[in-house]
């Protein structure tokens, strides 16, 4: 095993080869990429308090506070009130696990494939091209993701979770009262999402064409809906949507006590919008002041439009989705150490 203790910032570039990595900081940033060539790199920009551990073991890299746990990261406390702070960036082979524990503290995991677990108390984590699967669990930290493309686990007290273009085969979210808005990405199989929330709201967006068997429940929340092929039931106290959309080969289930839930729509692709033919390039007549616009199906008169839509039902007093804002998304050493 190799050891450095890293008291100052500075820079390690590791040429033995890392075949995982785990970080465990206090208060600062927490930066880590994925590269597909040359050496496992680290860079401290800066670093208060106590010295940070670096270790090297069977291929693992860790970087943390030696009185930091794993195990235990979420309820850790300094018992000395020693103020501690790290800035950190790290690049590492883009197809090794990563672990990345942050208490206070922000981070950041980019263009990683393999599997990726992130655990904070209040620090935010933003994930961004991950093609592994992803499991996270805050206290009150938020989650933003982008471009998931394996399975996400999401697990929080009040923290807020927020995924855009996301096209894992599984989704599974439990928040006692943080909210959750989802960008759902076509894939090549069927999606299988379940959202548990206490208080907080949850708002999805499936693509077009949907393909899932949908269940929405909420004991007294507002639920909005944008699918003509969904029920709305109950008018006063619980509420449900239900039903199929496309082949019903995917599941959806969301479930709230006192948050709105709402469903949203994609628009059609704008290549060919609402499944019409490409337009001809061939040159036409000129219109002319008597010339009328073209009918587009479903839209009436004119340009089509994603508003144009046709809505479902709603309950609880909430707008339609046309009234609704659609939701987002050996080692070197170098001189300091």
């Known amino acids: 095993m190799s050891e450095w203790s890293v008291a100052e910032p500075g820079k390690l570039t590791f040429d033995d080869p890392v075949a995982a990595l785990h970080v465990r900081i206090v208060n600062g940033t927490v930066n880590v990429v994925g590269v597909d060539e040359g050496p496992a790199r680290l860079e401290v920009t ?46 590492v082979p883009a197809h090794i696990p990563v672990e990345v524990g942050v208490v206070g503290a922000a981070a950041m995991v980019s263009g990683t494939a393999g599997r990726t677990e992130v655990k904070g108390v209040t620090g935010d984590t933003t994930l961004v091209g991950l093609s592994g699967p992803v499991r996270a669990t805050t206290v009150s930290g938020n989650l933003e993701a982008q471009a998931l493309g394996g399975d996400l686990r999401f697990h929080s007290v009040s923290g807020d979770l927020t995924v855009v273009e996301c096209a894992g085969s599984t989704v599974r979210a439990d928040s006692v009262s943080g909210s959750m808005i989802l960008d759902l990405d076509a894939s090549d199989g069927p999606t ?16 077009h064409p949907a393909d899932a068997e949908v269940e929405v429940n909420t004991a007294s929340g507002a639920v909005s809906n944008a ?21 019903g080969s995917g599941r959806l289930k969301a479930t709230t006590v006192s948050g709105s839930i709402a469903l949203l729509r994609r628009p059609p692709s ?40 046709p809505s479902g039902g709603t309950a609880g007093g909430t707008p339609g989705p046309g009234d609704s804002t659609t939701p987002p998304p050996g080692t070197t050493h170098e001189k300091g150490l």
């Open 227 to 247: 699918f003509e092929d969904l029920r709305v039931s109950g008018q006063w106290g619980a509420k449900r949507i239900t039903g199929r959309l496309g082949a």
């Open 270 to 309: 704008e290549d060919t919008p609402w499944d019409e033919p490409a337009p001809s390039t061939a040159p036409g007549p000129v219109p002319g002041p008597d010339t009328p616009s073209p009918r587009v199906p479903g839209t009436g008169t004119g340009a089509p439009s994603p508003r144009d839509a």
């Open 192 to 207: 299988d999402m379940s959202l548990t929330s206490v208080s907080g709201e949850i708002a999805i967006r499936l693509p």
């Open 46 to 91: 800066e670093l208060e308090g106590p010295p940070l551990t670096v270790t090297r073991k069977d291929g693992t890299l860790t970087v943390a506070y030696e009185d930091l746990p794993w195990r235990n990261l979420l309820g850790w406390l300094d018992r000395k009130g020693r103020h501690r702070s790290a800035t950190v960036s790290l690049a």
